[in-house]
T-cell receptor, first 110, second 115 residues
Framework: EDQVTQSPEALRLQEGESSSLNCSYT??????LFWYRQDPGKGPEFLFT???AGEEKEKERLKATLTKKESFLHITAPKPEDSATYLC???????????FGKGTHLIIQP | DAGVIQSPRHEVTEMGQEVTLRCKPI?????LFWYRQTMMRGLELLIY????????DSGMPEDRFSAKMPNASFSTLKIQPSEPRDSAVYFC?????????????FGPGTRLTVL
């Protein structure tokens, strides 16, 4: 059974204070690791897909990295508008659905 | 593109009533997924379709839940009879599949409250 564990559950940062969110996973035959952002009352919004260990992707202040056991979402000089819940999910071999972690609730204070 | 459309956005019903949630996927997408989100369990896959055919319904909690996809532009998730523990946010998502493991695009969700 695929499993995803995200840490920390919640994180409060000052504006401009860089940090990283962790996603540990166990999966049979990783097909893809996904990062989503979810704002209150909305559906998850796609950010990145990573396919193999060593891969990195960037988008504005966010950078996602992948190893064989975990992924990190690095947030550089965050702004208040980066406040959201960040969800990590994996897609395993033979399955098309995603297995999600419970997310990290990120708050950026001005 | 309008994105994934779900209706209703909010549903409040009483225990024992039938509830029907609706989803219109993004045009051209051949995969459709139904997820449920609760504080305790997070986002969980319930069922998904490929080319309108149900592929995996192992996440459907029990026989009270059923889903259909009569055509490429419409799907329903039905709960009959509903129970308070079914209260959650239900999301529909679609993707284009193919050789790349393309991202799933989520709708805004339906918040269901069963009294």
């Amino acid at each position: 059974e695929d499993q995803v564990t995200q840490s920390p559950e919640a994180l409060r940062l000052q504006e401009g204070e860089s940090s990283s969110l962790n996603c540990s996973y166990t999966v049979s035959g990783l097909r893809g690791l996904f990062w989503y952002r979810q704002d209150p009352g909305k559906g998850p919004e796609f950010l990145f897909t990573l396919y193999s260990a060593g891969e990195e992707k960037e988008k504005e202040r966010l950078k996602a990295t992948l190893t064989k056991k975990e992924s990190f979402l690095h947030i550089t000089a965050p702004k208040p508008e980066d406040s959201a819940t960040y969800l990590c999910a994996v897609q395993g071999g033979g399955a098309d659905g995603l297995t999600f972690g419970k997310g990290t609730h990120l708050i950026i204070q001005p | 593109d309008a994105g994934v459309i779900q209706s209703p956005r909010h549903e409040v019903t009483e225990m024992g009533q039938e509830v029907t949630l609706r989803c219109k996927p993004i045009s051209g997408h051949d995969y459709l997924f139904w997820y449920r989100q609760t504080m305790m369990r997070g986002l969980e896959l319930l069922i998904y379709f490929n080319n309108n055919v149900p592929i995996d319904d192992s996440g459907m909690p029990e026989d009270r839940f059923s889903a259909k996809m009569p055509n490429a532009s419409f799907s329903t998730l039905k709960i009959q009879p509903s129970e308070p523990r079914d209260s959650a946010v239900y999301f529909c998502a679609s993707s284009s599949g193919g050789p790349l493991y393309n991202e799933q695009f989520f709708g805004p969700g339906t918040r269901l409250t069963v009294l």
